[in-house]
Each structure stands twice: as structure tokens, then as C-alpha cells.
């Protein structure tokens, strides 16, 4: 049930880097088999400062219920990070990380 929200510099094609999100989550191999229950979408930024020196960036928020291990944890980490550099996508910065929800406040609704 993850929510992949990935944010990312305009230039970068983001039909491109969700399939990678997509793709690297549903090679992560921790949640259903056809993908069904991974949400990813993207959010592109015109304005935005990285240092001195404006180069592209990817930062993706992988949020998914609290209660996993450290090793799955890492594991869906890296193999969507690894999808995302794939993309060779040059002089870019690109992070992950992998945020737990409270399983215990979380609310859904499918309607």
C-alpha cells in the first residue's frame, strides 16, 4: 500500500520517473504482484534552489504502513533508488527514503 511521491526539478520528464518509481516498488517484490496496491505519482517544481548552483534533482518519499523491518525497509530503498538512477538522468541529485505511517491513526475509504 505504499504512497510513492516522487518531487523533482521540471526538467526532468515525469512520465519517465514514475514508471521508475513504479517499476522499482513493484521490484521491491513487498507488496501485490500486479501492483495494485502502489500509489505513485509525481509532483514537478519550476522554482526551487539546490545551493549555489541550480542542477535537476529527484527526491522521493516512499511512505508505507509502519511495521515493516529495516531490511525490507532498506530493500524497497534501494531498489527504487536504482530504478531512478537508470534513468541516467546526468548532474542530478536523487534521494529516497523510506517513511513509516501509524498503522494505528491511518484511515482508508475506497469508494
Known amino acids: 500500500m505504499p504512497h510513492c511521491i516522487a518531487e523533482h526539478s521540471s526538467t526532468i520528464d515525469g512520465n519517465k520517473l514514475l514508471n521508475a ?46 511495521g515493516r523491518s529495516l531490511e525490507q525497509k532498506e530493500a524497497f530503498s534501494e531498489s527504487v533508488f536504482n530504478e531512478v538512477k537508470a534513468l541516467n538522468l546526468g548532474r542530478c541529485s536523487i534521494t529516497v527514503e523510506v517513511i513509516d505511517i501509524d498503522i494505528d491513526s491511518y484511515s482508508k475509504c475506497v469508494g
Open 21 to 66: 518509481v513504479f517499476q522499482g516498488s513493484l521490484k521491491s517484490e513487498l507488496f501485490e504482484a500486479d501492483g495494485s496496491d502502489i500509489k505513485a505519482r509525481c509532483i514537478a517544481y519550476d522554482h526551487y534552489m539546490t545551493g549555489p548552483e541550480k542542477t535537476d534533482f529527484v527526491h522521493v518519499q516512499l511512505k508505507l504502513l509502519s
